[in-house]
């Protein structure tokens, strides 16, 4: 199993601002991903984070908001720019399991307010 | 239409209880079904992973599959405060890069004493 953790694990902005949500792994991984868990709804994939190339974006998300980083094999960021209340939610990051198709390890989440 | 639908509950149930919780899909391509299990302001644990058809058992959880009608079911039984959770159902295609899961909206899950 890999553990993952996340900083930070709880913040609250003002609109207009900009947050960097980090997320590091005990293990070198290929592939991470970031989700968007927002109250009532379902988990969202974002984007998925690959070393040494460019982010693959979800519909609807776009760089621009959601700017990604993955400089090495244990570590990704994800920025929320820009930010509105809508924003608020619980971001996620996770990666593949060794087991079957799907199955991934989450970290714990940072949970974001928006003011 | 959503991809994935699940009541999101509550469900509140007694220590002991079986419990039933469900999500129906659309998606015909879905081969692969897990269940997760959310403690509060945790990560998802991935509880329950089944491939096409058929159930599988793992203590005291199953799940079911029902391809034919989309509908698939986790089964607790003798269920335990320590059960207390927001359950989410999640699938994908063969054809899916890795993450690209497909959550229904969980279901929050009270067991009491």
């Known amino acids: 199993s890999a553990v993952i953790s996340q900083k930070p694990s709880r913040d609250i902005c003002q609109r207009g601002t900009s947050l960097t949500i980090q997320c590091q792994v005990d293990?070198?991984?290929?592939?991470m991903f970031w989700y968007r868990q927002q109250p009532g709804q379902s988990l969202t994939l974002i984007a998925t984070?690959?070393?040494?190339?460019?982010?693959?974006?979800e519909s609807g998300f776009v760089i621009d908001k959601f700017p990604i980083s993955r400089p090495n094999l244990t570590f990704s960021t994800l920025t929320v720019s820009n930010m509105s209340p809508e924003d608020s939610s619980i971001y996620l990051c996770s990666v593949p399991t060794a087991g079957g198709i799907g199955e991934q390890f989450f970290g714990p989440g940072t949970r974001l307010t928006v003011l | 239409q959503k991809e994935v639908e699940q009541d999101p509950g509550p469900l509140s149930v007694p220590e002991g209880a079986i419990v039933s919780l469900n999500c129906t899909y659309s998606?015909?391509?879905?081969?692969?079904f897990m269940w997760y299990r959310q403690y509060s302001r945790k990560g998802p644990e991935l509880l329950m992973y089944t491939y096409s058809s058929g159930n599988k058992e793992d203590g005291r959880f199953t799940a079911q599959v029902d391809k034919s009608s989309k509908y698939i079911s986790l089964f607790i039984r003798d269920s335990q405060p320590s059960d207390s959770a927001t359950y989410l159902c999640?699938?994908?295609?063969?054809?899916?890069?890795?993450?690209?899961?497909?959550f229904g909206r969980g279901t929050q899950l009270t067991v009491w004493p």
């Open positions: 984070a690959n070393q040494g190339s460019e982010a693959t974006y």
């Open positions: 293990s070198q991984v290929t592939m």
């Open positions: 998606n015909s391509a879905f081969q692969y």
């Open positions: 999640a699938m994908t295609d063969r054809g899916s890069t890795l993450g690209r899961l497909y």
